[in-house]
């Protein structure tokens, strides 16, 4: 059995709300503000952790719902 650890920092807390915009189908943070822009809550915040690549990626449970990562709009802009 393989053994990792990970240390992380989330830029959000549960119970943050942040304003998402759906862009090509990807949840976008940061962006401009649009007919799909919705504001949601933060209720959970999933770390997940990349044995072969060492890296993390948090994914974040929204208004109790859905799972979506989240995407700095300067990322999509920048196509990244």
């Not at 862009?23 to 940061?30: L, M, P, S």
């Not at 933060?42 to 989240?70: G, P, W």
Request: with cysteine; net charge neutral.
């Amino acid at each position: 059995m393989q053994q990792s650890a990970f240390i992380a920092h989330c830029p959000y807390e549960i119970g943050d709300k942040v304003n998402i915009t759906f862009h090509e189908g990807v949840a976008v943070i940061g962006g401009p503000v649009t007919e799909k822009t919705a504001e949601v809550v933060i209720t959970d915040i999933l770390a997940v952790h990349s044995c072969k690549r060492q890296k993390v990626t948090f994914m974040y449970e929204i208004n109790n719902t859905r799972v979506l990562r989240l995407v700095e709009w300067e990322a999509v802009k920048n196509g990244k």
